[in-house]
């Protein structure tokens, strides 16, 4: 409670600080923020065991009904799909919230609400590795072709089958059996191995959701001029996105979490809202490439 | 080892694992599934995992299972001794990939009741109705043989598991058997 006190005080003496930047200054809590969403967005996977009946949650993050809309994991509902060789209707509408959402606001899905990313990050918090160069590495886009050519194949939704995700999601909604191992073992990694090495090596459901926000409008940039190629967006970002770059990898992988924006000393970073033109084509006067 | 090669691999151990593995024993899980469910082989197919049914479920009966169903990790079962059906139909109504469906109630398949008549009381000469009374399909799916012995008809039993539940005897005389 204090600190969400202190926070309200520190973020109107900053936008009182006026020098022009306070809509950047507002995004220096932007940690804390997120921090919020996501133990808010977990907490509620268990409110329909002791809420029967709330209008608000039903389900866990594969599939739920959030405020009477029905939101699915665009990977589990295409793999069910494909392994169930019949197009159920209403399962593909109940994607097109989340593909929407992504195709606009980029990967917040993974920035902001994956319990599994949470733990991650609640587990980097205490012991953070060093980060491990990300470049040239598609294999989670391997891997999402991968597994639904498998589900095509057995006839089964092996990627929802096996989800880390999913697993976590049950374990706070039902409890824990013993494929949590599963996930102990992916946090386990966090410490010892490398950040979110999951999310940057395997996560196909993170891929699906980087190939949808390939061309989102919401993304993050990089002010050159005030940039003094200090490095510490780079050291901040889980991801391993070199911030800024125009770079295709670079961009999928972006989950937009914002944790570069409150680390830039120079507030060089932000969000930037992309605009189109006729012709279709982004304008991207933003985008400069810097190299490192 | 080139990643690709790596990624190819690892499909192809999953591949390997499922289809030899997992496949045979596709269609006899073993499991009572929510009322309204698909044949089992399409349910695996098809159940997303996502727990709405059980989070739903007025009479908590439905559960879901851990790693130590194998394949059937995440899907929903009922153990009607612990909490049975009473075929409200709300499980299948918030289902969204129609891996359960809504069927009326006397269409549900879920299993089929069993009694055992050694451990039965009536069957051993005790008054006991307890099953036939508690069944919801009263007097069709559960009759008595001669004013005093349970049996199941297997025409109408819907093997939602009341009996089960409701049965004195312990362990219970009358079993749900899934898969029919």
Redesign the interface.
Same mark, same amino acid.
């Given at each position: 409670m204090r600190r969400l006190r202190d926070l309200r005080v520190r973020m109107y003496c900053q936008s009182g600080g006026g020098n022009g930047e306070s809509g950047a200054v507002g995004l220096r809590n932007l940690r804390l923020w997120r921090r919020v969403v996501q133990l808010t967005a977990a907490g509620l996977m268990t409110a =329909?065991?002791w809420w =029967?009946d709330n209008p608000v949650w &039903?389900?866990?993050y $594969?599939?739920?009904?959030f405020c009477g809309i @029905?939101l699915?994991d665009p990977l @589990?509902?295409l793999e069910?799909a494909i392994?169930?060789?019949?197009v159920?209707w =209403? %399962?593909l509408w109940?994607a097109v919230p989340l593909i929407l959402a992504a195709a606009v606001l980029g990967r917040i899905f993974c920035g902001w609400i994956c319990p599994l990313n949470t733990a991650f990050e609640i587990a980097g918090s205490f012991r953070r590795k060093p980060q491990r160069a990300l470049a040239g590495?598609?294999?989670p886009y391997? &891997?999402l072709g991968? !597994?639904l050519? @498998?589900s095509a %194949? $057995?006839? &089964? =939704?092996?990627f929802? %089958? $096996?989800s880390p995700i999913?697993?976590l999601?049950?374990t706070i909604? !039902?409890g @824990?059996? !013993?494929?949590?191992v599963f996930v102990v073992f992916l946090v386990c990694l966090e410490l010892w191995y490398s950040r979110k090495a999951w999310c940057k090596k395997v996560c196909p459901v993170g891929a699906l959701y980087g190939l949808l926000s390939r061309f989102r409008r919401c993304r993050i940039s990089l002010d050159t001029a005030r940039c003094t190629r200090c490095g510490a967006c780079y050291a901040a970002c889980g991801m391993g996105v070199d911030i800024g770059s125009p770079g295709k990898l670079a961009v999928m992988n972006c989950s937009n979490c914002g944790d570069c924006i409150a680390a830039c000393p120079e507030h060089a970073v932000s969000y930037q809202w992309i605009k189109r033109r006729k012709g279709g084509a982004a304008k991207h006067e933003p985008f400069e490439s810097h190299s490192r | 080892m080139e990643r690709g090669v790596k990624a190819a691999l690892f499909i192809g151990g999953i591949v390997a694992l499922a289809l030899g593995g997992f496949s045979g024993r596709k269609a006899k899980s073993g499991l009572i599934r929510p009322p309204g469910a698909v044949d089992e082989a399409l349910f695996l197919s098809t159940c997303l995992r996502c727990g709405q049914c059980a989070q739903v479920c007025p009479q908590k009966a439905i559960r879901i299972g851990y790693g130590d169903k194998g394949i059937s990790l995440g899907t929903p079962y009922i153990e009607p001794r612990q909490a049975a059906c009473n075929l409200c139909m709300d499980c299948a109504r918030v289902c969204p990939s129609r891996a359960l469906r809504e069927t009326a109630k006397e269409n549900v398949r879920m299993g089929l009741a069993e009694i055992n008549q050694d451990a039965c009381l009536a069957w051993q000469g005790d008054e006991c109705k307890i099953c036939y009374t508690s069944c919801p399909f009263f007097n069709r799916a559960i009759q008595l043989e001669d004013h005093k012995r349970p049996v199941v008809n297997r025409n109408v039993c819907a093997g939602c598991g009341i009996c089960e539940y409701v049965c004195i005897a312990s362990p219970a005389a009358v079993t749900v058997k899934a898969g029919r």
């Open positions: =329909p065991g =029967p &039903l389900g866990t $594969i599939s739920s009904r @029905a699915t @589990a509902a069910v392994a169930g060789k019949a159920v =209403p %399962l109940s590495n598609w294999q391997w &891997l991968g !597994f050519t @498998a %194949l $057995i006839g &089964l =939704p092996v929802t %089958l $096996i999913g697993i999601s049950r909604a !039902f @824990a059996g !013993f494929e949590a | -």
